[in-house]
């Protein structure tokens, strides 16, 4: 019998490079949907396939079930695995691979390039420009440097450090948090190590978000959170939309308390026509796409395509994210 694949993620689709050629060359049967997609229609689809390269789609303990036995690996295009059930896939030996390590380059970039947006008023000129707005004697917006404003990093790993590296190169202050905080990168690099969440955002300008979505973090952005924050603080979420309480966001621009919200990633993906984010002051949302580029696509597409095959065929250099005894 064929090997049957489900390939959801669009942008593996959408992006040329070398991952087309290598899962065409291994004569599965592909068949290609446009992701995330919801639960109700991965359970439509579930039981007809060997193995699944997704993104973002709704994998849930009715889905694994109903995929089963037939379903042998799931590959993560990507490192976030909080839309999988992993602990019921882990009681069913289910292995879910992913690929820590391919993305921490164009995701810091982003991040900084929604900060630039913000601080400098490039989205809003540039609209504004557009709309031909810009004309003798108009009073054209004003932003601030970032030199000198402190950065505060929730979560040092790959892609915290790599904004912590180029927030040093801007002439930014760095401080930061992780559970698992690495003194040696802090200390080659000057970042200062706080003992909690709270000692960044008190003294932080701008609060940068770059942790997993779990039980302990969802909403960890909140209005007490907020308060605690520095008036004019300018957050960055190019993590996780469920980190950040969407409605208390709003009312914080809408307060001025918060001077900008810059976010790849909202908590309803994508988002409805009267999401509370969608139009709000000084908030720039982009549709997930920090990860997006032909580099880190092609990365990322062939470290899933490589993991996916190399598990079918007994091979073990692939990435596994979960364990059993």
Known sequence: MTTRILL???SYQDTPGPHHALIESQGFEIVRERGPLPESKMLELAGEFDAFICGDDAITQAVIEKSLP???VISKYGIGLDKIDVAFATTQKLPILNTPGVNHTTVAEHTFGLLLSITKKIQQNAVEVIEGKWVAGWKKPVGNEIMGK???IIGLGRIGKEVATRAKAFG???IAYDPYFDEAF???HGVKRCESMDEVLTGANVVSLH???DEKTHGMINPSKIEEMQNGVIVLNCA???LVETQSMKDALESGKVGGYGADVLDEEPPAENHPL?????CIITSHIASRTYESVERQALRATHNMINYLNGDDDFIQANKWN
Do not use: D, Q, S, Y
């Open 211 to 213: 942790c997993f979505l």
């Open 186 to 188: 802090a200390e080659k």
């Open 70 to 72: 037939r379903l042998k």
């Open 8 to 10: 959801t993620t669009t």
């Open 150 to 152: 402190t950065m505060g």
């Open 278 to 282: 969608i139009g709000a002051p000084n």
């Open 172 to 174: 930014m202050p760095v």
């Open 240 to 242: 996780r939309g469920e």
